[in-house]
């Protein structure tokens, strides 16, 4: 089974920095393509900084670049299949003289299956996810000196910034190949991060997102995830964080999302499997009886807050009692939205050895089981939000019929009749609602 659907958009991911459409005649061009998660956004970020101080305007078609960077993902096979298409095409334009160079960065960079790659395709640098930093002298940087990417040049003066507290992580799910291609979990020292944060804010930034594969296994020199949140949560005027496992998830971090002011109110929360067996299966190390305690805690002291989690439909050896405990959790939970994968199998991951495949049209059929169950929840979550006047952060852009998309404090996106810019708070009225996203009438004001 390689296809893989989210039901809902990630939040939406801003750039750090708008490419331009047309570079000047005769400067240097790159385009980066960006594949994946949160975490390689922020990556392209950080890389976009290092081409754009190594002199090369950033273009958004490969036929108009010099250099084209894929920022991959090989979490799920259709991520890597997209790659290929891509490495496709940019072997036409190299052989029609349009590209001139080609680096493959991220976690297929970390994965063996890159030496395949190359051999098939024109690539002329391959880097993982330890060594981005290698990027700089490959466009001719003086050499960076950081030996692991959370040091790396951030981004600054931004409305919404990512800022990563750890890296890798220590789990070993059955089919997670993250721990192989990111490494162990490195965190990052507290006073790093907050000083990153403050100099952001302090440039501008009104929205910080904490990052990392497991944030909330975060620990340094005896302070725990919690402590961190709230440093940041005094510094920064809107803080949120991705992603979180059930295991690591204190009582006083749910608490803390509830009583201070400036955290977002929304718990992107995996729990992957309602299942006990499946859960025991997948190394997950919690029961489904201790997530839904986690839950209760959340709902009891956020009251308005949004919930979302990962759920993955088809590893080996689900049974049709297990799909059906996943169905009782997510009615149980009552989850604002989720995303929902199908299992994909990826080479070196304990699942991808596992008997008892489950056939595709079965997969199938869970998979709108699952996907019905969560979007009838969410449903009618968000209806009760219909009528009420919400403030609203302008987060980015704007949808094809015009509207900006925000977020309220309560973590609902909202698409709202405006064309003020990102970064700033408006009040509105929520007029309707789908399964997805709140719809707001034109701002009463700003804030
Ligand atoms: N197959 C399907 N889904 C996967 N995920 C991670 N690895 C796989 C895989 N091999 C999902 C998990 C995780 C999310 C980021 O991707 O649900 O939480
Ligand atoms: Fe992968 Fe599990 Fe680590 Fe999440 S906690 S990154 S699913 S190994």
Sequence with gaps: MSSTTQITPKAPIPLSRKPSGRADPG?????????????????????????????????????DADLVILNTCYVRENAVDRVKGHLGELNRLRREGRVKRVALTG???????????????????????????ELAEFVGLPTMQETYTPELPGTSGEHNAFVTIMTGCNYQCSYCIVPTVRGRMICRPMESVVREVENLVAAGTGYVTLLGQTVDAWRHEGKRFCD?????????????????HPSNMEDRTLRAIGEKDTIVKRLHLPVQSGSDRMLKVMHRGYKAERYRRKIEVFRDAVPDGTLSTDIIVGHPGETEEDHEQTLRLVEDCAFDSAYIFKFSPRRGTEAAGLPATVPDAVVQRRFLAVLRQVERNAFARNQRKVGGVEEIYIRHGSTEDGKAIGETWSGHAVHVGTDIAPGNYVKAKI????????YAGVPSGRL
């Design 27 to 63: 400067a240097k061009t790159a385009c980066i393509r960006t594949f994946g998660c949160q975490m390689n956004v922020h990556d392209s970020d950080r890389i976009r900084r290092m081409i754009q101080d190594a002199g090369y305007a950033e273009v958004q078609r490969y036929e």
């Design 107 to 133: 976690c297929i960079g970390a994965a063996e299956e890159s030496d395949a790659l190359r051999r098939t395709y024109d690539i002329d640098l391959v880097l993982g996810t330890h060594n981005t930093y």
């Design 228 to 244: 961190l949140l709230e440093a940041v949560s005094e510094s920064a005027p809107r803080v949120w964080f991705t992603t979180s």
């Design 431 to 438: 007029e309707s609602a789908g399964p997805h996203v709140l």
